[in-house]
Every structure is written in structure tokens, then in C-alpha cells.
């Protein structure tokens, strides 16, 4: 049942894990939950209809690239995003400062915003808190990020503390132009580098703002597992336990599941279908590059239990055959696996939690990746693609 407002359940912890809903007017989003990222206003490789069918809730636009092509006011102009995707459930966009982090060729940042160049025809265009914000309403989008500037790690305390500071003031920049919109919501987003006391003073100031939601940014950019485990148990106390809590930009199933396990609600990233695009699948027995020639003569599904036609109709050779030549259907297919074996992941641990059962169910999800299906061992090259996404 939705709602006219934004509102935020818990309705079952396990430990520090938690299982509840998220109601606004568009849907629920039964967390925890993972947003299949439809950057330019599509989930690549997929049809609106089939992310929905494997249990997705909520997806994630990308401010930076809808502003860019085909523009946030056109969107606007031609219904809002939610029509012009076809997707008439919850969506959730990022403020675009990661992109412009890392995508353009040329930026300046100051206390206004962020003017840079765009990757596409090196126009010059500013970012401000108040754009952003001005962007994410154009589109319609239902949580609404802050604009924040992230740095990459690993880097020195003093370039840490200085973009969190500038992302705190930013934060109250958003939260003014967001104003009050029933319905909506805009997250602040922890930043602070790999330092506690940085990521424990962003959390507390912005849990000072009242905002409806809290994102932890600035992980999952290259920084060893443990360290981003360790930000995410040095937050956690600090984070309103009544709203919830967005991982940005994770991750592997594993860190999906360690995340989980210390509290986290929501998740989105890239990697299950850049994945699928390179060959590379996620399944409940670890990860299978196709493109490694030992799958050519494999007459097996990818998972023969899995609800997803793609995992089991389709023969590993088959698929490898795909993947060799570079054909559309190969990208789509896999695509279709990994999305449907992460929301199959998300549904296990809900449960689990629900059940009071997490600690169990989490073994037995890492003990059939251990194992795999016939040798155990995860797909050499897979690491480089993952890396990639």
C-alpha cells in the first residue's frame, strides 16, 4: 500500500541488519534493497518490464548525464522521467558530483559549485547545490541526493577534511532549495575519506539537518573491502536509525551481504550490468567468466534452480558462443542473469532477517560461492571486469 508521504519502517532487525519499508506515492521499496542503475534513463540491456519482474522496486537515474543529454528541461518538457523511461515506480537520482568528479575533462570547484566541462562535446556548464537540486526536480525523481564533492582515496586528512566540510555546507544548500515536497525526499550523503572522526562529525551534522534519508559516499572507489567495512561501523551509531541508509555505489554481492550485516538498507551499482555486457555472470555458485574457453562445449544452464529464464534455459556454451561473437543478445541475456541473481540475493536476506536467521543464511550463501558448481573456483579475469564496473 503507498502512501502520500514519504515514510521509512523498520519491522525486523537481526544484530545491526534490518529489513523494512520505504512508502511514497510511486511504490514501496522493500529494503534491504538494490537499485538497478538506469543512468541515461535506462537500465542497458533491459526492458522496463523485466527489471520490475525480478523484483526491483526502485531504479537510479544519473543527474549528470540526463543534464547533459538529452537535458533535464526537455525530460521535464516531455513528461518526466518516470514517463519518459516508462517506469512509473519509485526512482532515485545521485546529485552528478561523482561524475563530474571523474568524468570531466576539465573542473573547478569552489564554495558556489563545480563548473566544468562535459565529456560528451566539452561544453561548459556550473553545478551548484541549488542546480542540482533544480535538475533532480526537472526529472521528477522521487529521493533526491545532495550535491557533494568527492575525492578519490586514497588521499591526505586535510583534502578529506576539506571536501567534507564543503559537502556539509552544501548539504544545507540542498536541503533549502529542496524545501518541502510531500511525497519526496532528499538524502545527505557521510563523507570523509578513510578518517573516523571526519565520517563521524559528517554524519552527526547532517543527522542534525532532519533529512528523510542518509547516503555514506566516497566508497567503493578502489579502497580494500576492509576499509570500507570499517567507515561503514564507524557511521552506523551515528546515522538516525529511523531513516534509512544508502551504501553509494556498491557493490559485489559479498559487499552487499558484509553491508547488510552492519545495517545498511539500500544499494545500487553498475557492476551486474557492466558485468553482463563483458561476460562476466554472478550466480549463486560464485562468478563464471563465459568467455573462457572451457564453457564451449558446457550443455548446463548457468542455474537450473533460478527463476530467471535466462539462467535456466540457455546453455553455458551457448552463451559463450554469444559472448565470443559479440552479439546483442549475449549482453541482454547475462545482463538479465545478474540483475535477477542480485534481487534473488536482496529477497534471501530480507527474509533471513526476518526469520532471525541472518547469521545462517549469510554461511550458506558464502559457502555455495566457495564451493561453485563443479570446481570451486571463481573465473580467472573476473576480478578485471568487476573492476571495471
Known amino acids: 500500500m503507498t502512501t502520500d508521504q514519504f515514510t521509512f519502517t523498520v519491522t525486523k532487525t537481526d544484530g545491526a541488519a534490518r529489513t523494512g519499508e520505504i512508502r511514497m506515492p510511486r511504490g514501496v521499496i522493500r529494503t534491504p534493497a538494490f537499485m538497478p542503475v538506469g543512468t541515461a534513463a535506462t537500465v542497458k540491456a533491459m526492458y522496463p518490464d523485466q527489471v520490475k519482474a525480478l523484483g526491483a522496486d526502485v ?11 538529452p ?7 516531455l513528461g518526466g522521467l518516470h514517463k519518459f523511461m516508462n517506469w512509473p515506480y519509485p526512482i532515485l537520482t545521485d546529485s552528478g558530483g561523482f561524475q563530474v568528479m571523474s568524468l570531466s575533462a576539465l573542473r573547478k570547484i569552489d ?3 563545480v563548473t566544468f566541462q562535459s565529456h560528451i562535446d566539452g561544453s561548459t556548464h556550473v553545478m551548484t547545490p541549488e542546480r542540482s537540486i533544480e535538475i ?8 533526491q541526493m545532495q550535491l557533494d564533492e568527492c575525492v578519490k582515496l586514497p588521499c591526505t586528512e586535510a583534502v578529506a577534511e576539506k571536501a567534507m566540510r564543503l559537502s556539509l555546507r552544501w548539504a544545507e544548500r540542498c536541503r533549502v532549495a529542496f524545501g518541502e515536497q510531500p511525497g519526496r525526499a532528499m538524502f545527505g550523503i557521510v563523507q570523509g575519506g578513510e578518517v573516523e572522526r571526519l565520517r563521524i562529525e559528517s554524519a552527526k551534522e547532517l543527522a542534525n539537518l532532519d533529512l528523510k534519508g542518509y547516503a555514506i559516499g566516497g566508497l567503493a572507489v578502489g579502497e580494500p573491502q576492509d576499509v570500507m567495512l570499517r567507515m561503514i561501523e564507524t557511521v552506523e551509531p551515528y546515522m538516525p536509525n529511523t531513516k534509512p541508509r544508502y551504501l553509494m555505489g556498491v557493490g559485489t554481492p559479498d559487499d552487499i551481504v558484509e553491508s547488510v550485516r552492519r545495517g545498511v538498507d539500500m544499494f545500487d551499482c553498475v557492476m551486474p550490468t557492466r ?9 549463486r555458485f560464485g562468478r563464471m567468466n563465459l568467455r573462457n574457453a572451457r ?5 548446463r544452464p548457468l542455474d537450473a534452480e533460478s527463476k530467471c529464464a535466462a539462467s535456466n534455459t540457455y546453455s553455458r556454451a551457448y552463451l559463450h558462443h554469444l559472448v565470443r561473437s559479440n552479439e546483442i543478445l549475449g549482453m541482454m541475456l547475462l545482463t538479465w542473469n545478474n540483475l ?10 530480507r527474509k533471513a532477517i526476518a526469520e532471525g536467521r541472518l547469521e545462517d543464511h549469510i554461511g550458506e550463501v558464502k559457502e555455495g560461492w566457495a564451493k561453485g558448481e563443479h570446481d570451486g573456483k571463481v573465473e580467472a579475469g573476473a576480478g578485471a571486469v568487476a573492476a571495471s564496473a
Open 111 to 113: 564554495e558556489s559549485g
Open 275 to 283: 558485468a553482463g555486457r563483458h561476460g562476466l555472470v554472478f550466480t
Open 295 to 299: 564453457f564451449a562445449e558446457d550443455t
Open 59 to 69: 531504479v537510479l537515474g544519473n543527474t549528470y548525464h540526463l543534464m547533459l543529454r
Open 136 to 143: 533532480q526536480g526537472l526529472l521528477g525523481s522521487d529521493i
Open 340 to 349: 535477477a541473481y542480485y534481487q534473488e540475493l536482496m529477497a534471501g536476506l
Open 71 to 77: 537535458s533535464a528541461e526537455r525530460v521535464a518538457r
